[in-house]
């Protein structure tokens, strides 16, 4: 198995929702991420989470909540965003946090606020 | 800080034409370096990767040769075909985390 699972494909919420996104890999990686990526724009760093611990955190407003439960799911909570958070939300995993390790990519989250 | 430049797109390509997608960046260490593929509509997928230099990554026909006096990492295929359309992202990654960097992408076409 050499898939990440993103869910869901496609998520439409108003700004007074709370929804969670979710990304669940088998592969046995250690270093999983959240990215979001704006139309016609490269992905960008949101989180990192390393054995289930944050490691990195870019700044990202509070609105955004990530959760490693266990080390095959990572989940990004969203509470109260604003239509400028519609994008494509994606998830990939590595074998642990190394440079030269492959990051494996989910087919992403397409959120739009409303 | 680290940075990739990519060539500006779109690029429009003949079926069999050869393709070059330059991509030159900076960074403070030694850093990894990748090419990511995305399909219409779906995430990103490792095209191939270079570790350190003059390494020659390999894929699907593609190739790109870790250029350490040149900080550069062109993609290069000699006959692209219809399927090849995609945007293609160069990518950095730093000893010591794997936080990638991305140029902005390149939109290919390829037209029959």
């Known amino acids: 198995d050499t898939e990440v699972t993103q869910t869901p494909k496609h998520l439409v919420m108003g700004m007074t929702n709370k929804k969670s996104l979710k990304c669940e890999q088998h592969m046995g990686h250690r270093a999983m991420y959240w990215y979001k990526q704006k139309a016609k724009k490269p992905p960008e760093l949101m989180f990192v989470y390393s054995y289930e611990k944050l490691s990195i955190n870019e700044s990202v407003p509070s609105r955004f909540s990530p959760e490693c439960p266990n080390s095959s799911l990572l989940n990004l909570h969203l509470h109260a965003l604003q239509p400028e958070d519609s994008a494509l939300y994606l998830c990939?995993?590595?074998?642990?946090?190394?440079?030269?390790?492959?990051?494996?990519f989910g087919q992403g989250t397409r959120l739009t606020v409303v | 800080g680290d940075s990739v430049t990519q060539m500006e797109g779109p690029v429009t390509l003949s079926e069999e034409a050869f393709l070059t997608i330059n991509c030159t960046y900076t960074?403070?260490?030694?850093?990894?370096l990748f090419w990511y593929v995305q399909y219409p509509g779906e995430g990103l997928q490792l095209l191939l990767k270079?570790?350190?230099?003059?390494d020659k990554g390999s894929n699907k026909g593609f190739e790109a040769t870790y250029r350490k006096e040149t900080t550069s990492f062109h993609l290069e295929k000699g006959s692209v075909q219809v399927s090849d359309s995609a945007v293609y992202f160069c990518a950095l990654s730093e000893p010591g985390a794997n936080n990638l960097f991305f140029g902005t992408g390149t939109r290919l076409t390829v037209i029959p």
């Open positions: 990939a995993s590595s074998h642990h946090l190394s440079a030269q390790d492959e990051a494996f």
């Open positions: 960074a403070t260490g030694y850093p990894s």
């Open positions: 270079a570790t350190k230099a003059d």
